[in-house]
């Protein structure tokens, strides 16, 4: 029994040295690459300089290592660096998958005006917001922890509300939304009818429309997407002059022309009674 129990305890520890042996010959990192999942405009880096930014040991067992570690060094030394995942290449390699970070917005903080991405990250900072130096639309009404930010950091906030994603879930890339809006404020409105302060969503359009998303934080992904349509067909609520017996008005009475129409406000909103109204019922008020 003493003599089968030596033999099992032998060949587990031949198991794990043999293991250990592969890890650090077979399984040694030997190669690193990068892979470009989007275009790379703003990354000024080579594939080298990332390659040392993420201070990777070579030589080492491709495995157990912290791959978050390097992650964070690439994307600390490399702001416009958006690390998607780093795979393991078996035997001995590592592919780097990286996206390029776009300028989404641009936020006044103390005096200083920081273009950040979807997340927040600060890409590049700026003493005045230049709409001819950046396609990044202006933020406003962010709360934001702190005082001052670097490059590269990401921005505390508390208020933040997706619009960015949501919009691009309606089917409105970056590009699109940087061409059809001005600005962005996020805001509040304390609602009479609840009794509270309700998040609100202000969106400032290039040709003149203001739009509110009211209780923004409940069923977001509706009020986009109603907010949209309205936009696509906002000349449609024009009044016909000849036509007296269906008059097109706003919620306060006035007659909608084409021209009240262009800066028109428009509110949209859910219907309060939740029992038989969920998420996706919202309307929308046109205010002159």
Same mark, same amino acid.
């Given at each position: 029994?003493k003599?089968?129990c030596?033999i ?7 198991v794990?040295l ?16 990068i ?22 040991d070579?030589?080492?067992?491709v ?6 570690y390097?992650?964070?060094n ?7 660096v958006?690390?998607?995942?780093i795979?393991t290449v078996f035997?001995?390699?590592y ?5 390029e ?13 920081y273009?950040?991405d979807e997340d927040?990250?600060?890409? %590049?900072?700026? &003493? !005045?917001?230049?709409s001819d130096?950046?396609n #990044? $639309?202006? @933020? ?5 922890r702190?005082t001052?930010?670097?490059?590269g950091?990401?921005l505390k906030v508390?208020n ?6 949501t ?6 890339p970056l ?12 805001t %509040?409105?304390? &609602? !009479?009818n ?5 998040? #609100? $969503?202000? @969106?400032?359009?290039f ?8 209780n923004?934080?409940f069923g977001?992904?509706?009020?986009v997407?109603?907010?949209l349509?309205?936009?696509s ?5 024009v009044?016909d002059?000849?036509d007296?017996?269906?008059?097109k ?6 007659l ?8 028109a406000?428009?509110e ?21």
């Amino acid at each position: 029994m003493k003599k089968k129990c030596i033999i099992a305890i032998s060949v587990v520890v031949s198991v794990i040295l043999l293991i250990v042996i592969l890890s650090f010959t077979l399984f040694s990192l030997k190669s690193i690459e990068i892979d470009y999942r989007t275009n790379k405009l703003n990354i000024t880096a080579t594939d080298e300089e990332i390659i040392e930014s993420a201070d990777i040991d070579m030589g080492g067992s491709v495995f157990f290592r912290n791959k978050q570690y390097y992650i964070d060094n690439i994307e600390r030394a490399n702001p416009y660096v958006k690390v998607i995942n780093i795979e393991t290449v078996f035997p001995s390699s590592y592919i780097i998958h990286i996206a390029e970070r776009q300028e989404v917005f641009s936020i006044e903080h103390n005096g200083q005006y920081y273009i950040v991405d979807e997340d927040y990250k600060v890409l %590049s900072i700026t &003493d !005045e917001y230049l709409s001819d130096q950046t396609n #990044a $639309i202006l @933020l406003n009404g962010l709360n934001i922890r702190g005082t001052s930010y670097a490059v590269g950091e990401f921005l505390k906030v508390s208020n933040s509300l997706p619009i960015y994603s949501t919009l691009y879930e309606n089917n409105r890339p970056l590009n699109e939304q940087q061409a059809m809006i001005e600005n962005i404020t996020f805001t %509040s409105e304390y &609602d !009479e009818n609840v009794g509270q302060e309700q998040s #609100a $969503i202000e @969106l400032k359009f290039f040709s003149g429309q203001t739009f509110r998303l009211i209780n923004a934080s409940f069923g977001l992904t509706y009020k986009v997407s109603l907010m949209l349509d309205v936009y696509s067909q906002i000349f449609e609520f024009v009044d016909d002059p000849s036509d007296d017996t269906n008059n097109k008005v706003d919620e306060n009475g006035n007659l909608l022309t084409e021209e009240n129409l262009k800066t028109a406000t428009i509110e949209i909103r859910n219907y309060y009674d939740y029992r038989v109204h969920d998420e996706s019922d919202c309307y929308f008020q046109i205010y002159v």
